[in-house]
């Protein structure tokens, strides 16, 4: 590659550029550690989107109706902190970058968000921020229908790259897309032909042009150096009514000795090939050194937003005041003020009625009092929304021909259900929530997890939870899920025992600001446990005390969620009926009653009875309870599954793997 006839051809937007380069090299030099390549390889279309198209104003970093730039290949970070430095965000200021990577900067090794205002998502595991991409272009159109073109008219970009292709996700991703018709969405695919292992063929042959237009996009290739290339493809882009990807052919770690390399990818920190990649540019050599003309020029642009989004609040000032009052409180992740009312209600009703329902059938009748005074929210479910029960009457079919419409065919994609939900949350003014079967949970795993650490309340109903599914058998039936997600830093895992219980989690997750929850729900139908109305969100204490004692003296506690509820209640009335007095804990969220305090958790688990926890899942997370809180393990006992289960109705299961109540009032007879 010619550096000098690149510098020739555009010297004003070459200069530009370059600021992102030398910054890139520079940070990654100072931490020792990085990926030098991508942010200059692809630094002239970053230059060309900022300079030309992307609507943002750095003073009002959460304006609703600015572009959105998602990183999705999230290891070239630097490209990405540059940006927000050289355009005058706050937060990036140039310590930030020379802290790059280092204990408590904002600017980590890939980019987080909510660490730094400018970061849309966090991106890392690729793939990830190329389906989020596409949650955000769904959000885009769905509260552009909802509000008006005055108030949400923006686009998505993202830049991808060979692994971000590479994923499975992608094609969940970029196939729904496609689908949909979103025609907000550009994506930029840095097609540098390297990897780390080395060039793109030692793996792949995909032709990806050809991957994208199958499946329904608008696609274009482009010297990805050539800013004038680069600008026509954008506004051809822009004007196409489908999703759009540009492919840039780019050298990675352009002007560097390791350009067009595997060694290009990662940290490049030798000072004197720093230094001559530097003098090729025509760069200032000083350390972190942006020459002046070219920071304000790149501050500029900043400034240049401030009308935009003046212009934005001039027309949002025109909405009635309920309108804007609704707006602000959707974005704001707020409920609405009936929802309470709304919830204590259903409860009461529930109470007195006494059904005996699956929890995924009580889901949905929840949902049918919830969606319609939440108009925010999006459903949807990867392919088993008569099983799931996700769906409810007037939500509409959110297509292309009706954007109105606020239910989601994801089809059978959990990982990019996932994903696309996280960046549905992200975007903000959407509340959604999306079903599958628990054991796919396996397939959702790496979406849940940044869900998680971002702290994006997206709702994860996830139905058939149990041996309870029955003759679908062991390939469908979770045992290790509910110890899967519960060990998952932040995210509230509920498993309602009733309706009732099944009502209180929906008003918990729909309230949640900042962490995502997961609604395990039963096949099977389930009798109704809470036959006392009570106000008050029990669920929302993670454990209470369902039945206590009465024949005599406390000898026993049982613990028990779901649908083992109704077994650990069985198995209370056998134990009574000889005499051994047992408390009944009904457990629906672990994350929940760990939350609470100390004081209130030993009035439910005080010392001395013997524990016993009951759940059709293995016994990994109940010893907490069932050791902890003065408990002891010569007194302490599991009834759940050990292993996988098999195929047979679900009664017959329960039996085989003894989870009965006459198993559970056995064990503690021998424990007693």
């Known amino acids: 590659m010619d550096i000098q006839a690149l510098r020739r051809a555009n010297p004003d937007h070459w200069a530009r550029a370059a600021a992102i380069r030398t910054l890139t090299l520079d940070a990654v030099a100072a931490a020792k550690s990085g990926h030098s390549g991508m942010p200059m390889g692809m630094a002239d279309v970053a230059t060309v989107l900022f300079d030309k198209h992307l609507r943002f104003d750095p003073q009002a970093p959460n304006w609703p109706d600015r572009d959105r730039f998602i990183l999705s290949a999230g290891h070239g970070s630097m490209l990405l902190y540059s940006l927000l430095y050289l355009t005058g965000y706050k937060q990036a200021t140039l310590q930030q970058i020379k802290d790059f990577r ?92 390297i990897t780390i292992d080395g060039s793109v063929d030692l793996a792949d042959a995909t032709d990806q042009a050809a991957r994208f237009t199958a499946s329904g996009w608008h696609v274009q290739e482009i010297d990805g150096h050539d800013p004038a290339a680069i600008d026509a493809a954008i506004t051809a882009a822009k004007a196409d009514p489908r999703p759009s990807m540009i492919a840039c052919k780019t050298h990675i770690a352009l002007g560097h000795a390791a350009q067009d390399t595997a060694k290009g990818h990662g940290a490049l920190t030798d000072a004197d090939q720093l230094r001559a990649t530097k003098e090729a540019y025509g760069a200032p050599m000083g350390d972190f050194e942006v020459d002046p003309q070219v920071k304000a020029w790149w501050e500029s642009l900043g400034q240049r937003g401030a009308a935009d989004r003046a212009d934005w609040d001039g027309r ?283 004081k209130y958790r030993k009035r439910v688990l005080p010392g001395g009875p013997v524990r016993v926890a009951v759940e059709a899942g293995v016994r990994q997370g109940w010893d907490q309870w069932l050791l902890g809180k003065r408990g002891r393990e010569q007194k302490a006992g599991f009834v759940g599954m050990e292993g996988f289960g098999a195929s047979a109705p679900a009664g017959r299961l329960f039996e085989e793997f003894g989870i009965t109540a006459e198993a559970v009032a056995q064990k503690v007879k021998d424990l007693l």
């Open 316 to 598: 949002f000032a025109k909405l009635p005041k309920s309108k804007q009052e609704e707006f602000s409180r959707c974005f704001a992740r707020q409920t609405p003020k009936k929802l309470s009312a709304t919830i204590k209600a259903l409860k009461k009703q529930f109470t007195e009625e006494a059904p005996k329902l699956a929890t995924r059938a009580s889901s949905q009748k929840v949902l049918e009092v919830v969606n319609p005074i939440m108009g925010e929210t999006l459903g949807g479910s990867a392919d088993l929304t008569g099983s799931n029960n996700t769906k409810t009457e007037g939500l509409g079919v959110f297509a292309p021909d009706n954007r109105d419409g606020r239910y989601i065919h994801f089809g059978i994609r959990e990982h990019g259900m996932a994903a696309i939900m996280n960046g549905m949350a992200l975007h903000g003014g959407v509340r959604p929530y999306g079903g599958t079967f628990m054991c796919f949970v396996d397939y959702m795993r790496g979406a849940m997890r940044l869900s998680s650490l971002m702290g994006v309340p997206v709702v994860y109903v996830v139905s058939h939870d149990s041996i309870g599914l029955g003759e679908d058998g062991p390939t469908h039936q979770p045992v290790e899920h509910l110890a899967l997600m519960r060990a998952t830093p932040n995210l509230t895992v509920m498993r309602p025992a009733d309706t009732v219980e099944v009502a209180e989690a929906w008003e918990i997750a729909l309230t949640e600001t900042d962490r995502p929850s997961a609604l395990a729900l039963s096949r099977q139908g389930l009798p109704t446990v809470r036959t006392e109305h009570k106000n008050k969100n029990l669920t929302a204490q993670g454990g209470y005390v369902l039945k206590d004692a009465e024949a005599a003296k406390r000898q026993a506690i049982l613990l028990a969620s779901g649908s083992e509820v109704s077994v650990a209640l069985e198995a209370r009335t056998l134990l009574e009926a000889e005499g051994i007095g047992t408390r009944v804990v009904s457990m629906p969220s672990m994350e929940l009653f760990a939350a609470q305090d100390e």
């Open 102 to 193: 280092q204990w408590g900067s904002r600017t980590a090794g890939h980019p987080e968000y909510g660490h730094l205002e400018g970061v849309e998502t966090t991106t890392g595991p690729l793939g990830q921020g190329l389906a989020n991409s596409v949650g955000f272009a769904i959000a885009e159109e769905a509260l552009r229908a909802r509000w008006g073109k005055a108030i949400i008219n923006h686009h998505t970009y993202v830049m991808a790259g060979d692994g971000c292709l590479m994923e499975g996700i992608s094609q969940e991703a970029i196939g729904l897309a496609g689908m949909q018709k979103l025609g907000h969405l550009v994506v930029f695919f840095d097609n540098n032909n």
